[in-house]
């Protein structure tokens, strides 16, 4: 891999649980990010997937900016952006932007979509001086498909894609290098998912962005992504190439994940493995000892309740080059392939 252009390293974010009105004592902490890591190349797409409340929002608050972290490192080009202040933080804010889930909710409905797209120039207004803004964002609502001339228009009059294609021109407003897009399709009808998916590739390969994909569904991600990480309950539990993931995953939340993807295709419906998870996603207030996954997982043991499983190469496939050497945090990793056509989504 390129040298990364982002390094997340033991990223962690603990929301302290308080109880009394007036003298609030905590008694506990909501562990929504419990050492996640990863690293982004240029140019790359990493697909991040996992239940609600497993902590994807979360993640994708703090590699922006919008949250804290209690611990871990984010190193942007080599730098640790969690111990910045000031305008080096302001400088690196510009180049990680965000486009969020509800394109409903996270537009002003008060303000134009000219004010909307180039508000970050108030903050920046380096990047475009007062009188060529306007043409500024006319150039961008041109990039995300959207005729120049609507600029005046207010939110309430587009549709549900071209609002969220209003957001994404907000994201590109500034030229970021890294766009985090926490789950940019979730809201929108299906017929236009592919559509909104098929205009962040083409932006991707225009202005050279690296993406952080995030989504609740494995079939969305697989279009878009070059690597996917798949996360339960605060943590990444596996990683890799798209093919390691949706092929031979190893491990059994990536596996029953898998088997509830839709597959087109009749044939390999049927010979397709359902793997039904029973019981609900633990407490991120409580979570489990040992591996966060044992209260459901089919496979778990004794030494499961006991140690956490460390996301890394399993000793099993660590001499073998083949396609399950990937990180997986599961004490009894194996390889399974659930969809049997998954090469040809
Ligand atoms: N400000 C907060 N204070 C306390 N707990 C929080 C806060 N924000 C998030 N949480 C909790 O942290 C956990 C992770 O939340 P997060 O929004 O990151 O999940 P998510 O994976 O994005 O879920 P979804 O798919 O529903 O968007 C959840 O249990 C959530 O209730
Ligand atoms: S470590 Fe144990 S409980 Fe966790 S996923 Fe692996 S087998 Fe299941
Ligand atoms: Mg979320």
């Not at 496939?317 to 040809?344: I, M, N, Q, T, W």
Request: charged share 25%; aromatic share 6%; net charge negative.
């Amino acid at each position: 891999m390129a040298e990364a252009i982002l390094e997340v390293r033991d990223l962690v974010k603990h929301y302290p649980l308080t109880q009394g009105i007036l003298f609030k004592k905590q008694v506990g902490a909501v562990k929504a990010v419990d050492g996640v890591s990863f690293d982004l190349a240029p140019g790359e797409t990493l697909g991040i997937v996992g239940e609600s409340g497993c902590g994807k929002s979360t993640v994708a608050k703090m590699l922006v900016n919008l949250e804290r972290p209690t611990a871990g490192q984010i190193k942007y080009k080599g730098e640790d952006i969690t111990q910045m202040s000031g305008r080096a933080l302001k400088a690196v804010r510009r180049n990680i932007q965000m486009v969020f889930q509800d394109p409903y909710t996270s537009l002003n409905p008060r303000m134009t979509v000219g004010d909307i797209i180039g508000e970050p120039y108030e903050i920046h207004p380096e990047v475009a001086p007062k009188g060529n803004r306007r043409q500024k964002v006319q150039d961008l609502l041109d990039v995300v498909g959207l005729n120049p001339e609507y600029i005046n228009r207010y939110p309430h009059q587009f549709s549900g894609g071209q609002r969220q294609r209003i957001g994404i021109a907000r994201g590109l407003a500034l030229q970021p290098e890294i766009i985090v897009a926490d789950e940019p399709v979730s809201a929108l009808d299906v017929s236009v998912q592919a559509q909104v998916v098929n205009l962040l590739d083409r932006l991707q390969n225009e202005f050279s962005l690296s993406y952080v994909f995030i989504a609740h569904d494995l079939s969305i991600v697989r279009h878009i992504s070059d690597r996917v990480g798949v996360m339960y309950l605060g943590r990444i539990v596996e990683i890799g190439r798209d093919e390691e993931i949706y092929d031979h995953p190893t491990h059994p939340y990536t596996q029953a994940l898998l088997s509830a993807v839709p597959v087109p295709d009749p044939d390999a419906r049927e010979h397709r493995e359902r793997i039904i998870l029973t019981g609900d996603v633990p407490s991120p207030a409580n979570p489990p000892s040992g591996c966060p996954f044992r209260t459901r997982c089919w496979k778990a043991r004794e030494r499961c309740a006991l140690e956490v499983p460390l996301l890394e190469v399993p000793a099993e496939f660590r001499l073998a080059s083949g396609p399950a050497h990937h990180p997986s945090a599961c004490h009894f990793a194996e390889e399974k392939r659930v969809v049997p056509d998954a090469g040809s989504g």
